[in-house]
Every structure is written in C-alpha cells, then in structure tokens.
T-cell receptor, first 116, second 113 residues
Framework: SAVISQKPSRDICQRGTSLTIQCQVD?????MFWYRQQPGQSLTLIAT?????????ESGFVIDKFPISRPNLTFSTLTVSNMSPEDSSIYLC?????????????FGPGTRLTVT | AQSVTQLGSHVSVSEGALVLLRCNYS??????LFWYVQYPNQGLQLLLK??????LVKGINGFEAEFKKSETSFHLTKPSAHMSDAAEYFC???????????FGTGTKLQVIP
C-alpha cells in the first residue's frame, strides 16, 4: 500500500490570497491526482499531476486557478489561487498503486480549507 | 461514459442490524468497482474492490459486496452494524484500461445504539 501525507491539514485563508498544499507519498508512483470535496458532496477530480510535464485538468478546472507541480514521483503540490469562499472545500491527494488484480487508489488525509 | 448511483444519501440502522448500502453502475463492459469509507475528518479508505475474480468480495471490517451483472449492482453489506461503522461510504467505478475513477455521491451511515 501507499502512505500519503498532506500539509497543511487545515487552514483558514482570506479571500484573494493563495494557498499551496503539499502531498508526499512514501513510494514512487506514476499516477497522482488532486480531488476537491465540497461540503456534503462527493469527490470531484481536479487534475492528474504528471511528473515532468504539465498537469491534465478536468473540465471546469484551469491551470491559472489551480496550478500543480510534480517535480518527482513522490511529491506534488496544488495551489489554490485568488481564493474565494466558494473554494472552501477539502482537497485530497490520491495515487494509484499496484494491488491484487488491479491498481488501487489511495488517498491522503485531506486539507480542509476555509476561505473567509 | 461510466457512472455510479448510490441510492439513499442517508441510511440509519440500529446497532447489530444488517447494513445494506446500494450502488448501481453504468458501464458498457463490467468495470472495476470499489467501496470506500470516509470517517469524519479523514481521507478515504478502501473497503473492498471487484476485479472479476469473484462476484462476492470480502473487505475489511466485516463488509462485503456482491457484483451482480444482471442488475448492474454492487451493494455493500455487513451482517451486524457496530457504532464504529458510522461514516460516509462511497461507491466508485473505474473502466478497465483507464485510470480515472468516478465516485458516487456517497451515503452517510448512522448507527443508532
């Protein structure tokens, strides 16, 4: 299995500012993802973080708002830029890791962001 | 396109009663199916997965799920609910050969003493 840590675990930020969330995995993984979980809702994929190249964003998410870095196979960052209260969510880092029969998806503990 | 539907956003059961959380999928071919649990203020933890090896899949914490192709279902069950089972449960689907997972809307399980 893969163990994932995220920093910070939570933060309260003012609108208009930016926050960078870090994700560290205890082993090298090819596929790394960033999700958003808005209050009371399910998970929405923001982007796939690609090592050595630009992230692949899902519909509705853009690089200017959510820039992502992936400098190596164990680390990634997600920045939430020019924040507004609508960005208040849990942001989750996730990886695909080989399991029995298929790849399994592991999640970090999440970063709880409140924008005031 | 693949999708999952979880029936019931909230389910309440008495402690010791059967837990049944429903999940139906939509996919042109049998996909990989997963159940995740999210405890308050935590990330998601994989409970079990279906990969086609067996239609009845046993997971952690006494949970199991049965893949029924004819019903396009993958319902999660546990014979006897514990207070510690109170959490949110997500069904998820991934098309074979692809990496992206689609999550259901989640079901919050309440266990009443």
């Amino acid at each position: 299995s893969a163990v994932i840590s995220q920093k910070p675990s939570r933060d309260i930020c003012q609108r208009g500012t930016s926050l960078t969330i870090q994700c560290q995995v205890d082993s090298q993984v090819t596929m790394m993802f960033w999700y958003r979980q808005q209050p009371g809702q399910s998970l929405t994929l923001i982007a796939t973080a690609n090592q050595g190249s630009e992230a692949t964003y899902e519909s509705g998410f853009v690089i200017d708002k959510f820039p992502i870095s992936r400098p190596n196979l164990t680390f990634s960052t997600l920045t939430v830029s020019n924040m507004s209260p609508e960005d208040s969510s849990i942001y989750l880092c996730s990886v695909l890791y080989p399991g029995q029969g298929t790849y399994e998806q592991y999640f970090g503990p999440g970063t709880r962001l409140t924008v005031t | 396109a693949q999708s999952v539907t979880q029936l019931g956003s909230h389910v309440s059961v008495s402690e010791g009663a059967l837990v049944l959380l429903r999940c139906n999928y939509s996919s042109s071919v049998p996909p990989y199916l997963f159940w995740y649990v999210q405890y308050p203020n935590q990330g998601l933890q994989l409970l079990l997965k279906y990969t086609s090896a067996a239609t009845l899949v046993k997971g952690i914490n006494g949970f199991e799920a049965e893949f029924k192709k004819s019903e396009t279902s993958f319902h999660l069950t546990k014979p006897s609910a514990h207070m510690s089972d109170a959490a949110e449960y997500f069904c998820a689907v991934r098309r074979r050969g692809y990496q992206k997972v689609t999550f259901g809307t989640g079901t919050k399980l309440q266990v009443i003493p």
